[in-house]
C-alpha cells in the first residue's frame, strides 16, 4: 500500500511524498462494582499521506488521510493531498527530511507480545483487581472501576527518498480506582500499571490494594497554613515535572518563542546534579524506537548533563524554522530518563525533614512563556521526616525555572510512564497558599 501511494504522488508531478499506513485493534473491560461496566472491542486502520511539490525555499505542502484502504481509496487520497499542495502557499522550511539523516538498519527491540486475553478473562482479571480494593479496608466504599485493556498495533512509514520501514507493537495496561468515605467525607485515589509485556503488568490483586490504600490514607485531610517549604514530588506527579521540561524544549515552542528556554542552549536549566538521557533503543520501552514519525535515526543522547541543556527536541521542520538539525524526535520523545542521585522514597522524606509531600495535582497553571507554575495540590505534611497527616485544598507556586535549579535530590523509587522514567523529586522551596 505504501508503494502504491509513492507511486500515485510520483506520477501526479509531487517531488516528495511520504505515508503511513497502520492498523491496530484490542479489547478494554472495565468492572464497577464487581459487574462488567463497559466492554469495548476496536479494530482501526488508517493511511495518512503528505505530499511536496517544489523545492526548498519554494515547497508547496498538502496533507490528506483515510481510513478505507482499498486502491481507489489511496489513489484518491493521494490526489486529495496534491490539490491541497497546489493551493497552499510556499513553506521554505517544509520538506522531507536529509536523505542522510534516515535511518538505514532499524533495530528489532523486543516491541510486540501480544496478548490473548478473552473478554470472560479481561473481566475475571479486573474483578480481581476491584474485589481486592474493597477488602483492603472497609472505609472502600465506592468505585471508578478497574479495567483491563490489552491493544497490539502496527505499521509501515515510507517516503521517496527511500525509506520504508515499519514493525508491530503491543500496549497493556491495568488501572483500579476507588473511592474512601468516612463520616460523610470523601477521598479517591488511583493506580495502574502498564508494559508492553503481559507479564510484566502488576499482579491484579496488588495493584487494587495499593489503589485502595492510597485513597483510605487520604481520609482526614486537612488545610495548612500559607508558608515557604520544601516540596517532595511524588514519582508520579515528578514525571509531570519532566513533561514540561519537554514542552519548554520542544522545537515548536522554541521557534514560536513561546518557551521560558528559548535560547537555553549550553546553559545551566537544572541544578548541577541533573542528568536527563534519551535511550531510544530500550529493549521493551514504552517509547522505543530506531527512527522518529519521519524516518530520521533516532541516537542515544544527553539533553541534559550536569544540569547543562545540551539538546532540544526537533523535528525536520522545527530545526530548519530554528536554523538546526532535526533531533530524530518528530512525533516526541524517546524513553527519557532523569537520573537518580538519591536515596529511596523513605530516605527522601527524612532528606526533605519538614514540608510537603504531593501526590496529586490539579488544573493546568503553567505559563510555558514565563514559566510561571500555580496548581492545586493535594498531599501529605512531612515532619521529622514522616508524613504527619494528609493535605487538602492547597496551592503550591513557583517558577520552573527555578523549579528545576531548585531540585535537591531525585529518588531511586523510579517509576516509568509515558516513555519517561523518574523517582520522587525533591525541591528546595516553594509558596504553599493554604488557610
Not at 516528495?16 to 476496536?42: F, Q
Not at 513553506?91 to 532499524?106: K, N, S, T, V, Y
Not at 522554541?254 to 538521557?277: H, M, N, P, W
Not at 530524530?328 to 532528606?351: E, I
Request: net charge negative; charged share 20%.
Amino acid at each position: 500500500m505504501a508503494e502504491q501511494v509513492l507511486a500515485r504522488a510520483k506520477h501526479a508531478g509531487a517531488s516528495g511524498c511520504d505515508c503511513e499506513v497502520s492498523e491496530a485493534y484490542g479489547l478494554t473491560v472495565t468492572v464497577r462494582k464487581g459487574k462488567p461496566d463497559t466492554i469495548e472491542h476496536n479494530r482501526d486502520r488508517s493511511l495518512g499521506v503528505t505530499v511536496y511539490f517544489g523545492e526548498r525555499p519554494k515547497v508547496r505542502r498538502g496533507h490528506a488521510s483515510t481510513s478505507d484502504l482499498s486502491r481507489a481509496a489511496l489513489e484518491q487520497t493521494v490526489d486529495a493531498a496534491a490539490a491541497i499542495a497546489r493551493h497552499t502557499a510556499e513553506d521554505e522550511c517544509a520538506g522531507l527530511p536529509e536523505p542522510e539523516l534516515l535511518a538505514r538498519e532499524p533495530r528489532d527491540l523486543d516491541l510486540f507480545h501480544p496478548w490473548e486475553l478473552g473478554t470472560e478473562e479481561a473481566i475475571a482479571l479486573a474483578k480481581r483487581c476491584e474485589d481486592a480494593a474493597f477488602a483492603t479496608a472497609p472505609v472502600i466504599r465506592n468505585s471508578e472501576g478497574a479495567t483491563v485493556s490489552t491493544q497490539q498495533s502496527q505499521f509501515v512509514l515510507a517516503n521517496s527518498h527511500g525509506f520504508v520501514a515499519g514493525y508491530p507493537g503491543s500496549r497493556h495496561y491495568l488501572s483500579c480506582a476507588v473511592i474512601a468515605e468516612h463520616k460523610g467525607l470523601m477521598q479517591r485515589d488511583d493506580w495502574y500499571s502498564s508494559s508492553r509485556v503481559p507479564a510484566s503488568l502488576a499482579e491484579p490483586r496488588a495493584l487494587g490494594r495499593y489503589a485502595a490504600s492510597r485513597a483510605a490514607s487520604r481520609l482526614g485531610a486537612r488545610k495548612i497554613a500559607t508558608r515557604q517549604a520544601p516540596v517532595l514530588f511524588e514519582a508520579p506527579v515528578a514525571i509531570g515535572l519532566v513533561g514540561h521540561f519537554v514542552s519548554a524544549v520542544n522545537g515548536g515552542n522554541l521557534y514560536r518563542k513561546t518557551s521560558f528556554l528559548l535560547d537555553s542552549l549550553g546553559e545551566q536549566v537544572f541544578a548541577s546534579g541533573v542528568d536527563i538521557e534519551e535511550r531510544p533503543f530500550e529493549p521493551q520501552g514504552a517509547a522505543s524506537t530506531s527512527f522518529d514519525d519521519e524516518g530520521v535515526a533516532t541516537r542515544e543522547r544527553f539533553v541534559v548533563r550536569g544540569g547543562v541543556l545540551e539538546g532540544y527536541f526537533l523535528g525536520s521542520y522545527s530545526a530548519r524554522k530554528l536554523g538546526m538539525q532535526t533531533t530524530g524526535n518528530a512525533g516526541g520523545h524517546h524513553n527519557l530518563v532523569l537520573k537518580s542521585n538519591g536515596p529511596d522514597f523513605a530516605g527522601m522524606l527524612r532528606k526533605m525533614g519538614r514540608g510537603l509531600l504531593v501526590t496529586e495535582l490539579l488544573g493546568h497553571g503553567i505559563n510555558l512563556v514565563t514559566g510561571d507554575y500555580s496548581r492545586g495540590a493535594a498531599g501529605y505534611w512531612v515532619d521529622g521526616g514522616e508524613i504527619q497527616f494528609p493535605v487538602e485544598e492547597i496551592t503550591i507556586a513557583g517558577n520552573l525555572r527555578s523549579m528545576f535549579k531548585g531540585i535537591v535530590a531525585v529518588g531511586s523509587d523510579v517509576l516509568v510512564r509515558s516513555g519517561r522514567a523518574s523517582g520522587s523529586i525533591l525541591i528546595d522551596n516553594m509558596t504553599i497558599a493554604g488557610e
